[in-house]
């Protein structure tokens, strides 16, 4: 009965270990210390490296959805069945990344003439010396600050992917962000901090910075983006563990509503061992308050 039995469970252990490798994402159960190759998230490695991600357990438990469109996480995730879901991004977001300079100028007009019922709307009058070309500047305005969508992180990253045998911790912090936030349309502002611990392979210093400029130019929230960033590093270069602070000032509270100028919101994500190892983490949170 008992050898049985113990058939059986290694009959199931195999089964689930051809539905992991079949390429389902990171929600499958994954043996601690087993490398894994994951693809389709918006990144190339280059050509003859492999990115190997050292599955640990808060790793398995992560429900990314692959995105097509090289965007990153996160977008309307659409599930045509339980091996393979995908991530789709909205008509309006891929018809922007795949726009013509036509279509990039008619959606500029469609814009400033939304703004000129705006101006009508809130009692100006739109044609007065003043606002007159208000319309056109402020949609090449909202339009460049927006310019993340038109960004797949593929480019972003341009193969700056570089083979190096460093174990220890990499921080870029200080680096200057600012967003508009998604619920009043209005700009928030502070610094990231951005911190990985290398496996076999680490990306360029400037790269951290851009990825986080990407994911500002949209339209946000703070836990949002915050994650964001931390999610496309492991994503570029499987490293151990990935760690993201960032502290910001939201004009929404401090200019309109509860009017609190001076509150900071501090927001982080921990991946790998960040999230697993207290002594990591603690020297990471230490390194950014110094």
Not at 49 to 75: F, K, Q, R, Y
Request: aromatic share 6%.
């Amino acid at each position: 009965m008992l050898a049985e039995s113990l058939s059986k469970l290694e009959t199931c252990q195999n089964q689930a270990n051809g539905k992991a490798d079949s390429g389902h994402p990171e929600g499958n159960s994954v043996s601690i210390g087993t490398p894994r190759i994951h693809e389709g998230y918006g990144f190339r490695p280059p050509s003859g490296i492999s990115t190997p991600l050292i599955a640990s357990a808060s790793a398995a438990s992560e429900s990314l959805v692959p995105d097509s469109n090289g965007l990153g996480w996160p977008g309307k995730s659409v599930t045509y069945n339980r091996i393979s879901p995908e991530y789709r991004p909205a008509k309006s977001t891929y018809s922007r990344l795949t726009a013509t300079n036509e279509e990039k100028a008619a959606r500029e007009k469609k814009l400033a003439e939304a703004v000129r019922t705006i101006l009508d709307c809130i009692g100006e009058d739109p044609n007065r010396e003043g606002l007159l070309k208000t319309p056109e500047r402020y949609a090449k305005a909202v339009m460049w600050m927006t310019k993340g969508y038109e960004d797949r992180l593929t480019d972003v990253i341009n193969d700056a992917v570089f083979m190096e045998d460093h174990d220890e911790m990499v921080l870029v912090r200080d680096i200057d962000i600012s967003s508009l936030c998604e619920h009043h349309l209005v700009p928030f502002t502070g610094k990231i901090a951005i911190a990985y611990i290398p496996n076999k392979l680490v990306l360029g210093l400037s790269k951290l910075a851009r990825i986080a400029e990407t994911f500002s130019r949209r339209l946000q929230v703070q836990e949002r983006l915050t994650k964001q960033v931390a999610i496309a590093i492991q994503e570029a270069i499987k490293p151990r563990g990935v760690a993201v602070v960032m502290d910001a000032t939201h004009l929404c509270m401090t200019m309109r509503g509860v009017q609190k100028p001076g509150s900071i919101t501090t927001t982080s994500c921990m991946l790998g061992c960040f999230r697993t190892q207290q002594k990591t983490r603690e020297e990471f949170l230490t390194l950014i308050k110094r």
